[in-house]
């Protein structure tokens, strides 16, 4: 997607780090892949739906953690930054990121996340598959697996449906009185609701902004403003579901994860073992 650059004003990829016209930095570069995380709320989400044990693996989502040995993310209130550390194992703190950009601050964590559970999977393997109970009974485990795993696809695979179809409620407005998802024309202005935030067009910078301080007469009378759930070409404004906000795919449409069955149940007999991390590095 085009967007316009801060500084000289010509129209850049959204992809490109730095305007190849006057070198500034490109502010509304996209650094998160598709379907990936680009919000605190969202990393949370998504690890729930992972069914990652975050609190055994010393990650912190939106919180601010002292102890040892812990990863995390939070925004600071007073500052409006968004802080990415590693509590090592002395105690003392490693900075990783501290900024205004969210999508970039979640896209680290969940880089580390994910190297994590690597390591874990392959830790965990062989404690599995070669311990005696296993050997003794090799003969039986492929047909056991191979039931379990249909009965786990069956069981996921309604979970899903059924999750998907009360999202898909949820964001047209079902079950709530926020305001639906959509467009919203007021005194001049685009909007657009979206998972519970407010998004306002920015003729200047021709781009979507989360706005914070939305007026009292839309909030309370939305339906009095709304468009449709749907991008025309007659609006003021961009696409939004083109901007970087837009969370375009359910969680389990990122392949990294899915491919290396990211989202298995974790034994209650094999706990999460932080030996291999280097707790006393900075990251």
Request: charged share 30%; hydrophobic share 30%.
């Amino acid at each position: 997607m085009k967007v316009k650059c801060d500084y000289c004003g010509q129209m850049i990829s959204d992809a490109e780090p730095t305007c190849p016209h006057c070198g500034a930095a490109n502010s509304k570069m996209q650094r998160a892949a598709y379907g990936v995380p680009t919000t605190i709320q969202e990393l949370r989400d998504y690890c729930i739906c992972h069914n990652l044990p975050l609190r055994d693996m010393r990650v912190f989502i939106g919180e601010d953690y002292r102890g040892a040995k812990a990863f995390g993310i939070y925004k600071d209130e007073a500052s409006g930054h968004f802080i990415v550390y590693k509590n090592k194992a002395d105690g003392s703190r490693a900075i990783r990121y501290e900024g205004n950009d969210e999508a970039y601050a979640v896209n680290e964590l969940y880089l580390k996340i994910k190297e994590r559970v690597t390591e874990q999977k392959k830790h965990q393997a062989p404690k599995m598959y070669n311990s005696p109970n296993n050997s003794r009974q090799g003969k039986n485990v492929s047909s056991r697996l191979k039931k379990y795993m249909i009965w786990r696809i069956a069981v996921i695979g309604i979970i899903y449906i059924m999750l998907m179809g009360a999202y898909v409620i949820i964001s047209a407005g079902g079950f709530s009185d926020s305001p639906s998802t959509g467009y919203y024309s007021y005194e001049d202005s685009t909007y657009y609701y979206y998972r519970s935030d407010w998004y306002r067009w920015n003729d200047y910078n021709n781009s979507w902004t989360k706005t914070y301080d939305v007026d009292d007469v839309l909030e309370d009378n939305y339906e009095d403003y709304y468009e449709s759930y749907s991008w025309y070409d007659s609006y003021d404004a961009g696409d939004f579901k083109d901007s970087g906000y837009y969370f375009t795919t359910s969680y389990s449409d990122d392949s990294s994860w899915s491919s290396s069955s990211w989202d298995d149940d974790w034994d209650d007999d094999y706990d999460w073992d932080d030996s291999w991390d280097d707790w006393d590095s900075d990251w």
